[in-house]
C-alpha cells in the first residue's frame, strides 16, 4: 500500500511560473495590465477564438455574459442538474429562474431533447455544461437555439482543449467561460476566460470593471488618462498580471499536461475494461476530450457495498477522489425555492449514486496510476458479489 496519501488534483507548477510571477511583482505593475494583455492574446490564439477576456472566475465570466445579454427577472435559463453550483447560482444572480433539463446516460452532458421539451416562451438562454471535459451535443443545442432565438453561454470549466470535429470549444463565437481554478486542466490559482465575439467582449470588459468606461484599466499607465464614466454599475471581476504571469506558462505546458492525461485515461480505460462492476466514462465520434476528469460509475447489485464505501475504501488506501457533481436540484436551497423532487431529473439523480472520480492530473507518475489501479482491483477482489453458477 502506499506510504503517502495521493491528492486528487494538485496543481503542476514549474519554475517558469515562479520566475514569471517573481518579474511581475518586481515589475510596478501587479493588476490587470501587459500581462493580462499577453494571456488574452495567447488564450484566443490557441483556440482560435474571436476574442477573449481575462477575469477572475469562470463564474465571473458566466455572471457577466448574463447580464451583458440582458438577462434578469422574469426570464427562464435552462443548464443541466449535472454541473458545479456556479453554473446555476449565476442565474439566480441575475434574478432568472434556472430550469433544468436532465442529461444523457452515457456522457452526463445535456441532453438536447430534454432542453427542447423545456423550453417555455420566458426561455431566454441555455447554459450547456462541457461535463468533464467531454464536449455536449453543440450542433443539435444550437439549432435549438436558432429555432427559438435562445441565447448559449457555454460553460467550459472543464473543457481545455475539447473540440467537436476539429474546432476548439471556445471557438464558436458563442460566449464561453473557462475556469483556471487550482484543480483545473490549466490554473492561475483562482482566475477566469470568456471568449466570443470581439464587440460583445467589449461589452463584459465593462461590465466587469467597475462599469468604467473603455480601457479604464490603464489609467493608472502612461498612457492612461484620469478621465472615466461610470456607465453601469458593474462588478469587480478582473484578472491580476500576477495570475497571468502563471497563465502564461500553463497555456504553454497544456499539449504535454493533455498527453499525460490522455495516457492515465488509456492505462485506467484498459484496466477497467473487462470488469463488469463498472460503467466506464465514453468519448463520442468526432470529438476531443479535455480529459478533465475520469468519473467511473459503479454499476448496482455487483458489489457489497456503494460508492460512499467504495470511496471510504480508496481513502484507506491512501487514494483521493471526489464526486462530479451532487446534482444541483438536490441542494437544498434550489429543492426548497423550485419544490425539485429527486426524481424529477431521474437519470442525473441516480448516475449521482454510482459516480466517483478518480484522480486524473498530468503529475501523477507511473506509480501513482498503478496504485490507483491496483486499489480499485483489491476492493473488487473484496467487496464482489460471488454468485453461484447454475
Ligand atoms: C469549477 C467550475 C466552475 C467555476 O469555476 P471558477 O473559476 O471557480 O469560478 C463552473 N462550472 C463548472 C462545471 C466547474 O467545474
Known amino acids: 500500500m502506499r506510504k503517502t496519501f495521493l491528492p486528487f ?7 517558469e511560473e515562479i520566475n514569471e510571477v517573481v518579474d511581475t511583482l518586481r515589475s510596478n505593475w501587479l493588476t490587470t495590465g501587459p500581462k493580462t494583455r499577453q494571456f488574452e492574446t495567447d488564450f484566443a490564439n490557441f483556440l482560435s477564438a474571436p476574442g ?17 445579454l440582458g438577462i434578469g427577472p422574469g426570464d427562464e435559463v435552462i443548464t443541466t442538474p449535472m454541473t458545479f453550483a456556479a453554473s446555476v447560482n449565476v442565474i439566480e444572480h441575475v434574478g432568472a429562474r434556472p430550469v433544468f433539463a436532465d442529461v444523457e446516460s452515457d456522457t452526463l452532458n445535456i441532453s438536447p ?3 427542447e421539451a423545456a423550453i417555455t416562451p420566458k426561455t431566454k438562454a441555455i447554459i450547456p455544461v462541457h461535463y468533464s471535459g467531454h464536449p455536449v451535443k ?16 457555454e460553460d467550459a470549466a472543464h473543457a481545455i ?15 464561453t467561460a473557462f475556469s483556471f481554478y487550482a484543480t483545473k486542466n490549466l490554473t492561475t490559482g483562482e482566475g477566469g476566460m470568456l471568449t466570443g465575439d470581439p464587440g460583445f ?17 490603464n489609467r493608472y499607465g502612461k498612457k492612461g488618462t484620469w478621465k472615466y464614466d461610470v456607465v453601469r454599475p458593474g462588478f469587480k471581476y ?11 506558462w500553463q497555456l504553454k505546458k497544456l499539449p504535454a499536461f493533455q498527453k499525460r492525461r490522455t495516457e492515465i485515461v488509456s492505462a485506467y480505460q484498459q484496466a477497467f475494461k473487462n470488469m463488469d462492476h463498472f460503467q466506464l466514462p465514453v468519448t463520442l465520434k468526432n470529438v476531443e476530450h479535455a480529459h478533465h476528469l475520469y468519473p467511473l460509475r459503479i454499476l448496482p447489485n455487483q458489489l457489497n457495498i456503494d460508492r460512499d464505501q467504495f470511496i471510504e475504501e480508496l481513502r484507506e488506501r491512501q487514494i483521493g477522489t471526489s464526486v462530479h457533481f451532487i446534482p444541483m436540484h438536490l441542494h437544498s436551497y434550489y ?3 423550485y419544490q425539485h423532487q429527486p426524481n424529477d431529473f431521474p437519470v442525473a439523480f441516480e448516475q449521482y449514486q454510482q459516480l466517483l472520480s478518480l484522480p486524473l492530473n498530468p503529475k501523477m507518475t507511473d506509480e501513482d496510476v498503478s496504485d490507483v489501479i491496483q486499489s480499485v482491483e483489491d476492493i473488487v477482489r473484496k467487496h464482489k458479489i460471488r454468485r453461484a453458477v447454475a
Do not use: F, Y
Not at 488534483?9 to 519554475?15: A, H, R, T, V
Not at 478582473?238 to 502564461?248: K, P
Open 113 to 115: 431533447e430534454k432542453i
Open 138 to 153: 453543440l450542433d443539435e443545442i444550437q439549432s435549438i437555439a436558432e429555432e427559438n432565438n435562445l441565447h448559449i453561454i
Open 161 to 175: 482543449p475539447a473540440s467537436i470535429n476539429g474546432t476548439k470549444i471556445g471557438a464558436s463565437g458563442n460566449p
Open 9 to 15: 488534483s494538485p496543481p503542476l507548477i514549474g519554475e
Open 335 to 337: 429543492q426548497d425555492k
Open 52 to 68: 477573449a477576456l481575462a477575469l477572475n472566475s469562470c463564474t465571473a465570466g458566466l455572471h457577466t455574459a448574463l447580464v451583458t
Open 238 to 248: 478582473n484578472m491580476t498580471d500576477i495570475q497571468a504571469a502563471i497563465g502564461i
Open 201 to 217: 467582449l467589449d461589452e463584459c470588459r465593462i461590465v466587469s470593471l467597475h462599469g468604467m468606461s473603455r480601457e479604464a484599466w
